[in-house]
């Protein structure tokens, strides 16, 4: 999210928080600008998509955002915005739970922007490293603490993708979901990362 919009956007937030917190919608309708209407999220924004994910990964994020787990490395300039934003949105006593499950009630958006790549050695590598928590399709493991890959953005996935590899992310003693996907995201070779992109791309 550009600075200018956050800075437009924060006290706002904070508004909303207090008075509309009641009504999960009404405070996603602040989340909608960087993450879209029906959370098929805003590559102009850099906002990924939510519908799809879990309400337990949402929730735990959220959590982390706040908790300082998550967005809190100096080169991770999206990161550090969205824990001010969440932060200012959803105050200690807010209930997110309630907003985690409004979002994940939103359908899959149907979109798709294909990757090029070699798109069996993607699926070999990703069976091999991410299928077993991610499932074979994409389509997320709650009970292994994995989100949904498929028709997410994949600019996202693969800067996320480098934090993790870089250490940017999953560092936290509290993320330890975070560790392990930063351990896994170690194994795989740089010059595989764009087959694999390619690959989830398809699903």
């Known amino acids: 999210m550009p600075h200018f919009v956050c800075r437009f956007l924060l006290p706002a937030v904070f508004f909303t928080s207090l008075c509309a917190w009641a009504d999960p919608s009404a405070v996603y309708a602040t989340c909608a600008a960087c993450h879209g209407e029906k959370g098929q999220g805003n590559t102009q924004m850099q906002g990924p998509v939510l519908a799809g994910l879990s309400a337990d990964y949402l929730t735990r994020q959220l959590l982390h955002f706040q908790n300082g787990s998550r967005g809190q490395h100096a080169d ?76 997410q953005d994949m600019d996202y996935l693969r800067r996320q993708f480098m934090h993790f590899k870089q250490g940017l992310r999953g560092n936290a003693d509290a993320d330890k979901a975070g560790r392990q996907m930063a351990m896994m995201a170690k194994v795989l070779p740089d010059d595989k990362i764009e087959d694999v992109l390619a690959f989830i791309s398809s699903l």
């Open 76 to 151: 991770d300039v999206q990161g550090q915005q969205m824990a001010a934003m969440a932060k200012s949105l959803l105050p200690q006593d807010s209930d997110i739970q309630a907003l985690a499950a409004y979002i994940e009630k939103m359908p899959v958006p149907n979109e798709r922007r294909l990757l090029p790549g070699d798109l069996k050695t993607g699926n070999a590598y990703y069976q091999n490293n991410c299928g077993a928590c991610h499932g074979g399709q994409g389509q997320g493991n709650p009970a292994l603490k994995a989100p949904r890959l498929a028709a």
